[in-house]
């Protein structure tokens, strides 16, 4: 095996290791307390969590090709185990799955906005900064399609059948979400190369993360005030009520959290909605540990290439005991 597939290999291997390992921590440790706080801070602290295998990997992967770069002999042709080799194809397959999320992402989007802008008409929305259109689907959809070019779609049933306040209220619901990047962390949501999507700790994080920040831009829309919270609440329910019965019209356009889409109804119950607007209790910020976090992390990363070498050592044992 030459030196640069053995360091291919060795990567891919530490990749898929490191995915696992962490994927069953967070699978482990993320049923005990869920995240505290507003519903921003409570997004933010999922997708963190959701993120954690595949950043953890992506590091493992990166110091992985480094030490073997500095240490690794270059004219020796060493074998690898069985063992490394599954290692290295799982990485191989984690990666496959996330490069085919992507692109099914990309293919899945457009093929969407085709369908609705294919008889849609330009509209001009106060404060809307982003291009707009009034579509005729027969269900009413309000939704910020893509992330770095978004669209806004806003479906004639909603446009007759709100009232200008409530409208007002929807749109600063979805300025909420564009505001945040939504679309992009539901992209990486979904999209993330390692095996905790197919746990049902990883459906748990998925769920929780969609009411966060289904409720994170809510509460921006609450944010002009008092009447604001109340416009939303009744938007919701009368967005709620011209939807069709037992339709699933929803759920097959967005397909799960799959789409880089934030739409204000998907066909769910919005009761606690509801019920959290009229309550008209203030957001909490609680308390965050983004930044022991990232002192953490940083002091990981500093302690394990001061030592690489020595860690590279004790991998080289590792690996050459390994069936």
């Known amino acids: 095996m030459t030196f640069v597939v053995r360091c291919l290999v060795l990567a ?6 490191a995915a696992l390992v962490t994927a069953l921590i967070v699978a482990l440790t993320s049923w005990r307390r869920p995240p505290a706080g507003s519903a921003a801070a409570r997004a933010d602290a999922l997708l963190r969590l959701r993120l954690l295998p595949s950043g953890a990997a992506a590091l493992a992967c990166l110091f992985a090709l480094i030490g073997l770069w500095r240490f ?8 690898l185990g069985w063992t490394v080799l599954a290692s ?3 990485g191989a397959w984690l990666m496959t799955v996330f490069l085919t999320r992507l692109w099914r992402m990309r293919l899945e989007t457009r093929r969407l906005l085709t369908s609705w802008l294919a008889d849609a ?17 027969g269900f009413p959809v309000v939704a910020v399609v893509g992330i770095f070019r978004p669209t806004l779609v806003v479906d004639a049933i909603v446009l007759d059948g709100c009232s200008a306040d409530e409208l007002a209220a929807i749109l600063a619901h979805e300025h909420g979400h564009l505001r945040r990047w939504d679309n992009l962390r539901r992209a990486l949501f979904a999209a993330a190369p390692d095996p905790l999507s197919h746990t049902a700790a990883g459906v748990r994080l998925r769920d929780d993360w969609r009411v966060a920040t289904e409720e994170a831009a809510d509460d921006a829309a609450a944010e002009h005030g008092d009447d604001a919270r109340l416009h939303l609440a009744s938007a919701l329910l009368r967005v709620a009520r011209l939807a069709p019965r037992f339709s699933a019209h929803a759920s097959v356009v967005f397909h799960g959290a799959q789409l880089p889409a934030s739409a204000l109804y998907r066909g769910e119950s ?12 203030p957001a909490t910020t609680g308390r965050t540990n983004r930044g022991l976090g990232l002192g953490l992390t940083t002091a990981m990363v500093t302690t394990a290439f001061t030592f690489q070498r020595d860690i590279h050592d004790m991998m080289e044992v590792v690996i ?3 069936p």
């Open 72 to 79: 690794e002999s270059r004219g020796v042709d060493e074998l």
């Open 121 to 137: 008409t330009p509209l001009w929305l106060p404060g809307v900064t982003v291009p707009a259109f009034r579509i005729d689907s």
């Open 320 to 322: 050459a005991l390994l």
């Open 12 to 17: 891919l291997a530490a990749f898929s290791v």
């Open 88 to 90: 290295a194809a799982t």
């Open 270 to 281: 919005v009761e606690c909605r509801v019920r959290r607007l009229m309550a008209a209790a």
